[in-house]
């Protein structure tokens, strides 16, 4: 999947580490404490995703604010959502870094977790989720290395493409318990209107 992102460049604090200036006003700032941690759990991880269960109990981890599980969820679910889209929830339950995030932090996981983080060698892009070349150093996005063919441009070595899960939008979470039910049930038909 291709994302196209506009980014306001000038609209960033002096110092790298830090989020930007819009985040800081829109979130508390143990909100903002909480999404470091959680991004810090997804970009140190192999997979590069943080399970949901995780996730909330990175909670504890909180130091400016004592924060309830309940309350980790309602954050996540708010950095998820189509308004913020910061992070991306999978169908398996897990958190990942979304398009948005990687395009406007990518000076912040540069400097915080620059060796979790490299750059594609094709576009020489910032990459979070990359496919790594068997032969050489050399990481890839999953759509720059199908261009390549599964081959690395610089040694011509095999690279494996990273295995994809579906990201799923806030459009996309399961039913209710509530509607499932309406769902399955079959609808009984009135028999006394055709008695007549």
């Excluded at 997804?42 to 996730?55: H, L, P, R």
């Excluded at 998820?80 to 897990?94: F, K, P, Q």
């Excluded at 068997?134 to 493409?161: E, R």
Aim: aromatic share 6%.
């Amino acid at each position: 999947m291709a994302s196209f992102v506009l980014i306001n460049q000038l609209d960033r604090s002096s110092d790298p580490t830090q989020l930007t200036r819009k985040a800081m006003v829109e979130y508390a700032s143990f909100e903002l404490e909480y999404l470091k941690l959680v991004v810090a759990g997804i970009v140190s991880s192999e997979a590069k995703e943080i399970s949901a269960t995780s996730a909330i109990n990175l909670t504890r981890e909180v130091k400016t604010k004592q924060m309830k599980p309940t309350e980790g969820q309602a954050v996540l679910r708010r950095f998820a959502s189509d308004e913020a889209a910061w992070l991306r929830l999978t169908d398996d339950d897990a958190y990942r870094l979304a398009p948005r995030f990687i395009a406007e932090m990518g000076p912040y996981l540069k400097q915080v977790h620059g060796t979790d983080v490299g750059d594609c060698g094709l576009c020489h892009q910032l990459v979070v989720r990359d496919s790594k070349c068997g032969s050489c150093p050399a990481t890839f996005h999953l759509y720059c290395l199908t261009t390549l063919h599964d081959k690395c441009n610089g040694c011509k070595g095999d690279v494996a493409p990273r295995g994809k899960g579906r990201p799923r939008s806030s459009r996309d979470k399961p039913a209710s318990r509530k509607r499932r039910q309406t769902i399955e049930k079959p609808a009984l038909e009135d028999s006394s209107e055709d008695s007549d």
